[in-house]
């Protein structure tokens, strides 16, 4: 099993809502990540939990805040968002934040801010 | 800064030919890269990855080459099938920050697979 599972996989929302994105994955994985990605643009780095515990914030909006409740799952709470947030929201996963190893992605949730 | 970099957006190749998408990078603190195949509207999926210390890695259809000296990668796929028409992303990794690694990808090249 090499799934990584981000629900939902549309959202769409107003300035003032608050919304969660949510990942998860069963591969026993110490590692887990958001990633942005705008048309045209490759993916970029938002957070990185280590061992359940942030060990990267890329200098992410603090209307943007992430969770990890548990090993297998990710949580990113979104507040307040205005419409250049709108893009695709990734989820990944990797074996081992200290190794090289792949990064397994999920689907990814469309996110709409209007 | 784009630490990782492919200079070609698009590349067109007949079905049955080879492919060859490129890469550089900058940083010299890479030593672990990785190529991603995308379609639309859906999360990138990990193709074959190569580490600093090999210059070559195969896997099926799929061939990474590594020059370390002059920070370049390609991927060639051989031979080409429509259902590689996809945008190809390289990534890097190596440059520990804080306390995890974390992929740095490049920009990405769409590849057309013609009949």
């Known amino acids: 099993d090499t799934e990584v599972t981000q629900t939902p996989k549309h959202l769409v929302m107003g300035m003032t809502n608050k919304k969660s994105l949510k990942c998860e994955q069963h591969?026993?994985?110490?590692?887990m990540y958001w990633y942005k990605q705008k048309a045209k643009k490759p993916p970029e780095l938002m957070f990185v939990?280590?061992?359940?515990?942030?060990?990267i914030n890329e200098s992410v909006p603090s209307r943007f805040s992430p969770e990890c409740p548990n090993s297998s799952l990710l949580n990113l709470h979104l507040h307040a968002l205005q419409p250049e947030d709108s893009a695709l929201y990734l989820c990944?996963?990797?074996?081992?934040?200290?190794?090289?190893?792949?990064?397994?992605f999920g689907q990814g949730t469309r996110l709409t801010v209007v | 800064d784009q630490q990782v970099k492919q200079n070609s957006p698009s590349l067109s190749v007949q079905e049955g030919r080879i492919s060859i998408l490129n890469c550089d990078y900058t940083?010299?603190?890479?030593?672990?890269f990785l190529w991603y195949k995308k379609y639309p509207a859906e999360g990138p999926t990990f193709l074959i990855s190569?580490?600093?210390?090999?210059d070559k890695n195969e896997d099926g259809r799929f061939t990474v080459f590594l020059n370390k000296s002059a920070k370049h990668l390609s991927l060639h796929i051989v031979p080409s099938q429509p259902g590689d028409s996809a945008v190809y992303f390289c990534?890097?990794?190596?440059?520990?920050?804080?306390?995890?690694?974390?992929?740095?990808f490049g920009t990405g090249t769409r590849l057309q697979v013609t009949l």
């Open positions: 990534a890097a990794s190596g440059d520990y920050t804080g306390t995890a690694s974390k992929l740095t």
């Open positions: 939990y280590s061992y359940e515990k942030l060990s």
């Open positions: 190569i580490s600093s210390i090999k």
């Open positions: 591969m026993g994985h110490r590692a």
């Open positions: 990944a996963s990797s074996q081992d934040p200290f190794r090289d190893t792949e990064a397994f």
């Open positions: 940083n010299s603190m890479f030593d672990y």
